[in-house]
């Protein structure tokens, strides 16, 4: 080949080689690189408020806060007596009371205080019934109430038996009995004189 030959192909491999390179370029600064996606930048964002926090504080319908619940009695709370009730029909009775102590706060009594008999006669176990014939509920409330004791307020059951035997024979007097207020483990032995065959005990009530 000659050099003049050479002159002239050179600047044409030079210009191939240019032009090969701007089509392969692209857009520079304007594309995507393969593969990947563009990210949207939130403009504005908020950070979220935190939400309310619950609380446990019971409420009455108008919205203000409620009295809590009055919790029942346990037997350390309670001062328990009785007082004998007037004879009728061959009947016996009497009425015992729960209090609370001094340093107590209020507290609820609900249901059937437990009644054994002591000294005097065999064992009676008081038979749980709503009513009697010297007391109890009302005919028309079979529900035991929830009674609230405070120090200006007491509550009581009836305990009652019968003075004679079905054969008409006198029963044994008791000179104490032995109560458990509902709900409780303690038991308290008070005295009192009955004298039964048989001996029941009914809800308690207000006092």
């Known amino acids: 080949m000659s050099i003049s030959t050479v002159k002239y192909l050179v600047p044409l491999g030079c210009c191939a080689v240019l032009a090969l390179a701007g089509c ?5 600064g304007h594309g995507t690189a393969a593969g990947t ?19 446990d504080q019971p409420t009455r319908a108008n919205g203000e806060p409620a009295s809590p619940p ?23 009775g009497a009425r015992v009371h729960f209090s609370v ?3 107590s706060g209020a507290c609820t009594l609900t249901g059937y205080p437990g009644v054994d008999t002591g000294p005097g006669g065999p064992l009676l176990h008081a038979e749980r019934t709503l009513r009697g014939y010297l007391g109890g ?17 007491n509550a009581e059951a009836v305990v009652e038996g ?18 458990t207020a509902p709900n409780t483990t303690d038991t308290h032995a008070v ?3 009955i004298d039964t065959c048989t001996l029941s005990v009914h809800p308690v009530t207000t006092k």
């Open 70 to 92: 009055i919790p029942a009695c346990v037997g350390s709370q309670l001062i328990v007596g009785v007082e004998p009730m007037s004879p009728g029909a061959g009947h016996r």
């Open 101 to 103: 102590v001094g340093a």
């Open 162 to 179: 019968g003075a004679v035997d079905a054969e008409g024979n006198q029963c044994p007097t008791y000179t104490k009995l032995l109560v």
């Open 37 to 55: 996606s563009a990210v949207p930048t939130s403009v504005g964002s908020r950070v979220p408020e935190p939400s309310a926090v619950a609380t």
């Open 191 to 193: 005295s009192t004189t």
């Open 24 to 28: 392969s370029g692209g857009d520079h």
């Open 137 to 153: 509920l009302p005919a028309d409330i079979d529900t035991p109430p929830t009674v609230v004791l405070d120090h200006d307020h």
